[in-house]
């Protein structure tokens, strides 16, 4: 929404929510998440086309466009707990919407929705019975975190869904209208409504696919002595193919990507469609593989046992560039540690503590867990490292000055493939690299 202050001068734009402390955190400097180029971009548009508030009811009302922006968290309760997705919230804020009136509306799904939501969000709007029309259209949201506004600022598309008679096309237009003021027609494209659920679905999917499918084959790399990353290297020249997306790593993390294939996957299993089902799930289970495969190496290397060893943990957040931990490898990684009976030290250098502990279920006087506010400190004494976000600042560590304070013999265990493997094996550390022997 910043974005579109920014691009559309002549657009006002207001977020609400319901928690006052986030909009006060929006309007300071201080925004509530970590995201390069995000201030800056708020600060143009703040306070003139660009505002904040808890006034909800009042800007609904007074609004031509609504863009529902609400998570749809993996419900964790009743029918489909574990893999539907809960639409609670975007239910609420349907009927909120009719509840409101003001005015004829476009009502626009931001969030990432199973496929048919638009109709659960068109028949609360239509029995509102207030007199006023409105169309529900979908636009999903493409940008990933770490580089939100350079995906913003410059989209390989953007996606607009409506309904094909000609109120439907008109809104959708007037959507396209708020993006084309910075972003090319051509790579603007419109679709049915359940076209456009299923493509943000898919993508993802799709997306996630291929770090399965590159994990999978790195763990066929450790027993065979072939080198994954040279594998990647080969196969990604295939221009069919294409090089992105083929790092392997400790699993792919996020509130996506598992999230939306449990979905999809629900969904098949809905329709009658348990072979698609199965295809779409092996995904995540071959994600849930590799990371207790990391752990099993970890094992394996420090003679079967970490029990009564400190680890040192380099990392928390699921990628480099967000304080974001949800789903993030290194949950599923700490926890298994910790079963294993070992104790840890953290650090990362932007999610915070409290996030730590709400992602690992832990109380704060925990002392299996200290947290530590370099990258040094937290391998001091250690057993072992293991690096878990690719964070930049990780690269330019000294190495021999870490193995020096560590415990021998001194494990590296790379969850990223991030460090020059001859400066690790130089420092004088046993070294473990995703998919390398
Ligand atoms: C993803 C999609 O990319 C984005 O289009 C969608 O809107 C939201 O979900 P995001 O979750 O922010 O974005 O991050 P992404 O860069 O896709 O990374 C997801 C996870 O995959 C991270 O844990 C990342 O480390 C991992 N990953 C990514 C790999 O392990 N290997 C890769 O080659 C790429």
Known sequence: MAMIAKQCKDTIVTVVDLNKERIDAWNSDTLPIYEPGLLETVQCARGKNLFFS??????????????????TPTKDYGSGKGKAADLRFIELCARNIAKVGGGDKIVVEKSTVPVRTAQMVKEILSEANNGYSYQVLSNPEFLAEGTAITDLENPDRVLIGGEITDEGIQAVEKVAN?????IDRKKIITTNLWSSELSKLTANAFLAQRISSINAISALCEATGADVDEVANAIGMDSRIGPKFLKSSVGFGGSCFQKDILNLSYLCQHFGLPEVSDYWNQVVLMNDYQKN???????????????????????FAFKKDTNDARESPAIAICLKLLEERATLRIYDPQVKKETILSALGLLANDDRITFCKSAIDATSGTHAVALLTEWEEFKSLNFNEIYSQMEKPAYFFDGRNLIEPKIIKDAGFRLYRIGKK
């Open 54 to 71: 808890t006034e909800i009811d009042q800007t609904l009302k007074e609004s031509d466009v609504i863009f529902i922006s609400v998570n």
């Open 178 to 182: 708020l993006y084309a003021q910075w």
């Open 293 to 315: 495969r990391f752990v099993q190496r970890m094992m394996d290397a420090m003679f079967n046992t970490v029990s009564g060893k400190e680890i040192g943990i380099l990392g």
